[in-house]
Each structure stands twice: as C-alpha cells, then as structure tokens.
C-alpha cells in the first residue's frame, strides 16, 4: 500500500508535515491508548502500517528516491517494487539489499539479490534473511544451511541458522502464531546479524 496514504498526505508534501502526519496517527492507534478498546486489534495493526508507512517514506527521501509508484505488498510491511539496477558490484549489491532488510522491505531485498551473479556464502545469508522476511520458511532454512556449508566457521551464519530451524519447529508445531514464523522479534535478531556482518566488512547499516 502507498505509505502516503497511510498517513493520508500528498507525496509532495514536506517532511515536517509527513512528521505531523505521523504523530498524529501514531498517538490515536498507539497500543497503549486504546487498552480497553473493542478495536484493540485492528487499531495496533493499523499503527503497524503507520509506523511502516513513515520509516519507508523517510527512508526513501534520504536515500533520494522520490515520487516513487508503491504497489500493492501488503501483510509484508513493504512499499511498492524498486527498480534496482546491478552494476557489478556485490558489495555495493549487498550494502542495498541490508539496507532493505534493515527497513523491514525484504522482497525489494530479494529483488536486489537475485540480480547478483556471485551466488556466494554472503549471498545466501541475506537471501536467507530476505526469504524468512516474506514467510517463505523453508527456502530460507535452506538457503541458511547452505551458507554454513560454504563458511561453517562463521557465527553469524550458524546463528542465523539456528534460529531458522527453532522458528520452523515452533510453526510447524502450530504453538505460536506470527505474521512470518518468526515476526518482529526475529526481524530485530536479524537486522542484528546483518549489523554485525557489514560492520566486519567496513561497512554500515543506516
């Protein structure tokens, strides 16, 4: 959905006024305001989008993208597609793809990722990420497994596997349910992970 109208502005309008927007909406959905409630639910999941809404709008505008046409991803905490163009560059392509998964828009990571010709260790470890993003469990497991083969000494690909497989016994088990088989917890534990793989590399997350 387009996060301007989840917020209810213009495209066009300023950054103080798409913060406004933001605040506003944020303090009448906000979990905390609305304990007794009927509308609790639907209230705390509209807050959700709200809070998506405003990361990827500011996210896009500091990375310079504006006026962008947002599709229709919903349930995924997603913007519309991004048009990423490969120059050859993996690091570069890698960089991109954290920097979606770090703003919770993992099949823009996916589709950074896939344009990749390395189909390195790395490679796997944030497709794996990516795929887990969108509920597609079992690819991820997969992919995650396979980047421990290439690199079984790395800690942040072990862990992530380790992970993966827990989240797929507890969904597989049927004893808790979440949007993904992991939701914002395993968002949190991977967008650490990610932290600490580009921090190796001499790069940042922003």
Known sequence: MDPYQILGI??????????????????????????????????????????????????DRKRGFTNRNYGGNQGTGQSGQYSYQYSGNDQAAFNEAASFINAHRYQEALNILNQVRTRNAMWFYYSAIAENGVGNNITAVDYAQTAVQMEPNNIQYLLLLQQLKGGQRQYQTGRQTYDSPFGDMTFCYNVMLCSCLLNCCGCRIC
């Open 10 to 59: 213009d495209p066009q309008a300023s950054d103080d006024e798409v913060k406004k927007a933001y605040r506003k909406l944020s303090k009448k959905y906000h979990p905390d305001a609305n304990i007794n409630n009927p509308n609790q639910a639907a209230y705390t999941e509209k807050f959700k989008e709200v809070q998506n809404a405003y990361k990827t709008i500011m996210d």
